[in-house]
């Protein structure tokens, strides 16, 4: 009969083996092979009593209805406006699943994806809003919308926000970066103009303390705001994945979504 010590050598060295076969390598934190670029900000090496995530990537149905993997509601208005994951509606190859939403053929349709409008208490620690859209017509003098997209407490227009907004009639049709704290507003030309049949990544962060809001365009700084930035429960503000407001004319536009990510990090755990 073998010695036990022998037995237990044998076995801690099988393990071994068997370890170094492992195709997948070493048990690493996953956050040091994640790929470089601003992306890398978003980890899940948290724990839910200091952090809180949603990632949406609209894997298809109708949100408001049977959809259960999409966290919002669909806030659309008017004939023919809606907001849903259409079956096939890949723009391009490196699309995943789609979330679209859509005016409907009313002077004043509205197509809108939302959250509930007072769960952000900005503030309370740093947050982080990242998504990707896509338009395939450009606002104009005839056939005006208005797109938003980030937080804030209402469908069509907030009184706390901070979000990215495009239309024609402002800044040249370039994307607005702007703030709202009790409808008061502070908003800055991007710089960056709007391009039909495009992607643009669009990201915001806010500081742990409100106190500065730093928006990014294709992963390059945009703009910073450090007024009117709505802080504190009593003006709480919601995340809007998109929205898209007809105000003139009667010729459905559309917006795309790729994907919507927030993170809040409390400074104070829950």
Same mark, same amino acid.
């Given at each position: 009969m073998r010695p036990k010590w022998l037995v237990s050598v044998c076995g801690l060295l099988?393990? $071994?083996?068997?370890?170094? $076969?492992?195709p997948y390598g070493a048990f690493t934190d996953v956050r040091s092979s994640r790929p470089s670029g601003s992306y890398t900000t978003v980890d899940r090496s948290y724990a839910l009593s200091t952090t809180a995530e949603i990632v949406a990537d609209y894997e298809g149905c109708v949100i408001g209805t049977t959809c259960q993997v999409v966290p919002w509601f669909n806030g659309s208005t008017g004939t023919g406006a809606?907001?849903?994951?259409?079956?096939?509606? +890949?723009?391009?190859?490196?699309?995943?699943?789609? +979330?679209?939403?859509?005016?409907?053929?009313?002077?004043?349709? +509205?197509g809108s994806a939302i959250g509930s409008t007072d769960m952000v208490v900005l503030g309370s620690g740093a947050v982080q809003f990242r998504t990707r859209v896509y338009v395939d017509d450009l606002s104009t003098g005839i056939e005006r919308y208005t $797109?938003?997209?980030?937080?804030s407490d209402a469908s069509a227009a907030g009184v706390d926000d901070v979000a990215f907004r495009y239309t024609d009639a402002v800044h040249s049709g370039h994307w607005n970066c702007y703030t709202r704290a009790n409808t008061a507003e502070t908003s800055v030309d991007?710089?960056?103009?709007?391009?039909a049949n495009s992607w643009f990544i669009l990201e915001l962060r806010v500081n742990a303390t409100g106190t500065a809001a730093d928006f990014y365009i294709d992963n390059a700084p945009?703009?910073?705001i450090t007024t009117t930035i709505p802080t504190g429960i009593a003006r709480a503000?919601?995340?809007?994945?998109?929205?898209? $407001?007809?105000?003139?004319?009667?010729?459905?536009?559309?917006?795309y979504v790729d994907y919507t990510y927030f993170r809040i990090d409390f400074t104070i755990p829950r």
């Open positions: 099988a393990a $071994l083996a068997v370890f170094a $076969l492992w809606s907001c849903q994951v259409p079956n096939g509606g +890949l723009l391009t190859t490196n699309d995943f699943a789609l +979330l679209q939403c859509d005016t409907g053929t009313t002077a004043t349709g +509205l $797109l938003r997209l980030g937080l991007s710089g960056v103009a709007v391009t945009a703009c910073t503000s919601g995340i809007v994945p998109v929205t898209i $407001l007809k105000s003139v004319g009667i010729t459905q536009r559309n917006a």
